[in-house]
């Protein structure tokens, strides 16, 4: 299965853009990169997911490679309740998500 | 409406019981799965249900066995649990299981077995 590559931890300043990275070198053509996100006590949220172009939504915007090795998930402005664990996950097209260590972002006021 | 409910929110229960968790969505969607997710950990996949079906298991013990009713709600029946197994239990649902679908989240059950 390809895997994917995320800093432990990063932080951000309140009302900031934040760039999220995500590394995965070995994906395949069919697999969507998926984003999720778990605030402290809560079950996963979806964020948003692509597949070969950049996709926008309300929450946040996903900036897909070139070459797909790596994508990057961007908040345009960051709050302090967007702290939480951020995992990038590749899914190929008829097989399951696993979930990877994610990242963990906080938020500083 | 996306929400996917779970119940009950808690559960202790002992070596020995049998107990069941429930999980809900009306959302439509032919695709539910049960994670699970210890403390500081991503959560792991258990099973997959597609229209009812069973179509994953990820080699989980016999003494975890899923259940699905109806397209809308989907079992957990938990029995001779072991301590190790005390963890947080996710269900989702998508409207199929391709990974071109997104997975709603429920908020989950924290089981402790004692």
């Known amino acids: 299965d390809a895997k994917t590559t995320q800093p432990n931890s990063m932080e951000s300043n309140e009302e900031e853009p934040v760039h999220l990275p995500c590394n995965h070198s070995?994906?395949?053509?069919?697999?969507?990169i998926h984003w999720y996100r778990q605030l402290p006590s809560q079950g996963p949220e979806y964020v948003i997911h692509g597949l070969t172009s950049n996709v926008n939504n309300r929450m946040a915007s996903l900036a897909i490679a070139e070459d797909r090795k790596s994508s990057t998930l961007i908040l345009h402005r960051a709050t302090l309740r967007d702290a939480a664990v951020y995992y990038c996950?590749?899914?190929?097209?008829?097989?399951?998500?696993?979930f990877g260590a994610g990242t963990r972002l906080t938020v500083k006021p | 409406d996306t929400e996917v409910t779970q119940t009950p929110k808690h559960l202790v229960m002992g070596m020995t019981n049998k107990k069941s968790l429930k999980c809900e969505q009306h959302m439509g969607h032919r695709a539910m799965y049960w994670y699970k997710q210890k403390a500081k950990k991503p959560p792991e996949l258990m099973f997959v249900?597609?229209?009812?079906?069973?179509?994953i298991n990820e080699s989980v013990p016999s003494r975890f066995s899923p259940e699905c009713p109806n397209s809308s709600l989907l079992n957990l029946h938990l029995h001779a649990l072991q301590p190790e197994d005390s963890a947080l239990y996710l269900c989702a649902s998508s409207q199929g299981v391709t990974s071109s679908y997104e997975q709603y989240f429920g908020p989950g059950t924290r089981l402790t077995v004692t």
């Open positions: 070995t994906i395949s053509g069919t697999d969507y």
């Open positions: 996950i590749l899914a190929p097209l008829h097989r399951d998500m696993r």
């Open positions: 249900y597609s229209y009812e079906k069973l179509s």
